[in-house]
């Protein structure tokens, strides 16, 4: 698709051209969700059930989007949020980088990204490095000495993962390598979808499953599947390890996956610079409300001792902006990104920033305000439900 053929106005469209771009079992990839997928639909539907409340005759001509994360001054509070192997693009992580940079965003990259941090931070040096905690502690040092000599400009730490992986639905069928069986296997989904087959073909090269940053300088990539099951045979991380965590690291650092207002203390309480409300997209414990739902008893729980960010549903500038108006510095987001990117590859991510600018430029004006810092809980109308437990 070239030219005004390529555009698209909404990230429901991205999505809808992302279907029919990609084979259906990297597509259900993206859609991901965990056992009924209530928490991946009850993300979304939350902020279609928060009001916004227009304001008239407030004589606006341009209004300020700007805001900073960990240090990193953006152009509008809406950041790349980290997601594993990108195999709807041949490009992957590094058009995502380029295009982000192009709209004066940050980046979050996964560990468990398809390109090595070297090559994504020259194309974006507004880079946050995306760890799990994994092995040991000298196993950590060596991927942060990595991300550290690389120039990542802050740590994200993501804790909203317990394993739940069973989707009423079934899950798709993704091998843990692209050998002459697994493509004789996908092969049917590919040639249904020769354009997603034809960029591949056109880069020289088959989609990579290898995930590069997992693992010190000069070391053999492991497979996503191998370096998956090193993750969920690692125990999980105590309030101890994370402090050691920030203070190996000695960069801003943020914890993702905030849900409790005790949590929340936690992070301040290790020295954290930021936290993310998250539920890692549904795709974590199912029947956990969205997160949108969270983050007012966070951001009264915390009282503006953390910079507080919001990954999970948005979809719209306007969800950015009743994010903000409840106590978020900026949000992040992943399928909408990702659907741009299986559309129409770097200028489909473009696509889809300039589509959350243009909204929340429009919310503003709207509501009369003049900047994002203006926003305030009474620029919304909100209904019981929003502050999943009162602070302590």
């Known amino acids: 698709m070239a030219g005004r053929s390529a555009w698209f106005e909404s990230v429901a469209e991205a999505e809808r051209r992302a279907k029919k771009s990609l084979p259906r079992s990297v597509f259900q990839a993206l859609r991901a969700g965990s056992e009924t997928g209530g928490t991946l639909g009850d993300n979304v539907r939350a902020f279609g059930e928060i009001g916004l409340i227009p304001r008239i005759g407030t004589g606006l001509d341009e209004r300020d989007l700007s805001t900073s994360v960990m240090g990193q001054e953006i152009a509008m509070p809406v950041m790349i949020s980290p997601t594993g192997v990108q ?28 390109r090595p941090i070297e090559e994504v931070a020259v194309a974006n040096p507004k880079l946050f490095f995306q760890v799990y905690w994994m092995g040991d502690r000298e196993d950590m040092k060596r991927v942060l000495e990595r991300a550290r000599l690389a120039g990542a400009k802050g740590l994200i730490v993501t804790l909203d993962w317990v394993f739940s992986h069973r989707r009423d639905w079934g899950s798709p069928a993704i091998p843990d390598k692209l050998d002459l069986k697994n493509m004789a296997v996908l092969a049917p989904q590919a040639l249904v979808r020769p354009r997603w087959l034809a960029r591949y073909v056109k880069a020289g090269r088959l989609p990579d499953l290898g995930v590069p940053n997992v ?22 991380p105590t309030w101890d390890d994370l402090a050691w965590l920030r203070e190996t690291w000695g960069g801003p650092t943020m914890i993702k996956g905030v849900y409790h207002p005790d949590d929340a203390r936690s ?3 290790i020295g954290a610079d930021a936290i993310s409300v998250s539920n890692h997209g549904g795709n974590n414990l199912d029947s956990t409300p969205a997160s949108i739902r969270a983050l007012p008893g966070i951001a009264e729980a915390v009282a503006g001792r953390v910079e507080i960010l919001l990954d999970g549903g948005v979809r719209r500038g306007s969800d950015v902006v009743k994010a903000l108006a409840l106590g978020a510095r900026a949000v992040m987001i992943g399928r909408a990104y990702l659907w741009g990117l299986a559309a129409n590859g770097e200028a489909g991510v473009a696509n889809v920033l300039e589509i959350f600018r243009a909204g929340i430029d429009e919310t503003l004006l709207g509501l009369g305000r003049e900047s994002i810092g203006d926003l305030v809980p009474e620029d919304v109308l909100l209904p019981d439900g929003f502050a999943l437990v009162p602070p302590a």
């Open 267 to 269: 992070a301040v309480e």
């Open 215 to 236: 693992t010190g300088p000069g070391a053999e990539p492991p497979g996503f599947f191998d370096a998956y099951g090193a993750w969920m045979t690692t125990g999980q």
């Open 87 to 114: 195999a709807v693009h041949p490009d992957g992580e590094t058009a995502v980088a380029r295009a982000a940079s192009g709209a004066g965003t940050a980046i979050g990259l996964s560990s468990f990204a398809s």
